[in-house]
């Protein structure tokens, strides 16, 4: 999955005070086969809006969004039918992802008939099959139940059994775990794991726990007011974070910080308004090591080697 250039702009305010804010600005990335990409950010940064960006749920205003070699950037909804059972949503809110008055059984048995063209008795047996592999048990009890007769976290089993009936190559896990109990995250992000172990699948992990991805991401982009501002192999970010930002995300987890060996910084003040972003570096008024420059001129997303990138003038000269 490869963006290059992606920008995305939303209209917000109520008629005759409209306004447009770049909810993604520029952000370049690629995910590789059999991977886990793990995009980090505070709320409001960006992510879940990148994220269906690469599902093309949100058609881009700039750039390209290229999936298995080919260009969908433009395809009608039509043409991306075909894609669409390749690649899967596991959104945040499971409530929010399914029909209210459908039962499980419905719900998980539709998109099989839609794609696959299933009658709906082989659909079922299917649907029965993969409750069972993500312990929705016993099956036959959970297909007859409706949304609001299970938990939030067999909801979301459930929600993730429904995109995996359809074998997908590529994912997107948009906070999966974050309206869960802390007891049962553990489970769903194992979950998960084990389903792309199984079908060697690429998946874009969005969380705002850094702490995660380092435990399951392969490489670790850092979003910040729209923008990646670093990227690279996760154990490298995580154990030597190049940009003030990312070094600012660590040094709030005291564990981390303690054991790791950089210097820890704070940022002053709060994260900016994203429909007015500050000039040049968007961090530059909460950043310690801010100079004129970086006041006045954007960075550019400057490699570093090792696969590393980072979007600092800190950088400039290596
Ligand atoms: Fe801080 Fe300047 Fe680097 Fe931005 S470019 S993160 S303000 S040092
Ligand atoms: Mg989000």
Known sequence: LELDKVVMEFEIGSFGRRKRVRAVDNVSLSIDKGLIYGLVGESG??????????????????????????????????????????????????????????????????????HYGLKQHEAIEQVKSML???????????????????????????????????????????????????????????????????????????????????????????????????????????????HPYTRALLSAIPLVSQELGFEKIFLKGEIGDPANPPTGCRLHPRCPYASEKCAKEEPPFIQVGGGRKVKCWLYERG
């Open 45 to 114: 940064s960006g992510k879940s809006t990148l994220g269906r960006i690469t599902l093309r749920l949100y058609k881009p205003v700039a750039g390209k969004v290229v999936f298995d070699g080919q260009d969908i950037t433009g395809l009608s909804e039509r043409r991306l039918r075909p894609l669409r059972r390749r690649m899967q949503l596991i959104p945040q809110d499971p409530y929010g992802a399914v029909n209210p008055v459908q039962t499980i059984g419905e719900a998980l048995s539709e998109p099989l008939i839609v």
């Open 132 to 242: 069972e592999s993500v312990g929705l048990t016993p099956a036959e009890d959970f297909v007859n139940r409706r949304p609001f007769n299970l938990s939030g976290g067999q909801l979301q089993r459930a929600v993730i059994a429904r995109a995996m009936l359809l074998k997908p190559e590529y994912i997107v896990a948009d906070e999966p775990t974050s309206n869960l109990d802390a007891s049962i995250r553990a489970s769903i992000i194992k979950l998960l794991l084990d389903f792309k172990k199984k079908y060697n699948q690429s998946l874009l992990f969005i969380t705002h726990d850094i702490v995660l991805l380092s435990l399951i991401a392969d490489r670790i982009g850092v979003m910040y007011l729209a923008q990646l501002v670093e990227e690279g192999p996760s154990g490298e970010v995580i154990s030597n974070p190049l």
